[in-house]
């Protein structure tokens, strides 16, 4: 609708579609929540198990990216925009939930990650996203890959306890 609006009337129109949102009180229930929910959970004590196969690979991005991202976009000159509905995407190649875990276990030693993959959540067919055209278009970037990502999240975490609960 947008592109239609853009075309139509000359609106400068400008969408994000978003990966997975990693990010300390995330709760919205998907298939891919695993990806915050192993970091604070361990992080609080708690053991989690990891619903996915250790192999998973998702596409993730830091909310303070995400939110980088929406500012960058309404700032870039509107000569640069294209494409108008934009698919972000974090670091690339996304960390596996193995990985992930990997990561998290180093900054949290005591951290209990077991994996029990959910037969429904294998059939899944989770592709990558394609940012090339945010990336060429107005030079979209990530500024956090997983491990300086776990380590602000583990931050925000420690200095705002109650935010989090």
């Not at 989690?48 to 500012?71: G, H, M």
């Not at 931050?155 to 705002?160: I, Q, R, T, V």
Request: aromatic share 10%; proline share 9%; hydrophobic share 40%.
């Amino acid at each position: 609708m947008g592109t239609f609006y853009k075309r139509k009337y000359g609106l400068d129109f400008r969408g994000l579609r978003y990966p997975s949102i990693v990010g300390p009180g995330v709760s919205t229930p998907s298939v891919v929540q695993y990806t915050s929910w192993i970091i604070e959970e361990c992080a609080k004590g708690n053991p989690f198990v990891v619903w996915v196969a250790p192999e998973r690979a998702v596409s993730i991005l830091y909310y303070k990216d995400a939110a980088r991202a929406t500012i960058e976009l309404g700032q870039a000159p509107l000569a640069n925009i294209v494409t108008v509905n934009y698919l972000i995407d974090g670091v690339k190649p996304a960390p596996s939930a193995k990985q992930l875990a990997e990561m998290v276990q180093q900054r949290i030693p005591d951290a209990q990650i077991s994996f029990e993959p959910n037969p429904e959540v294998l059939r899944l067919r989770l592709r990558p996203l394609d940012d090339s055209c945010a990336r060429t278009e107005w030079n979209w970037q990530p500024a956090y890959n997983p491990e300086a990502m776990i380590d602000d999240f583990l931050s925000e975490l420690k200095a705002h306890p109650d935010r989090y609960r």
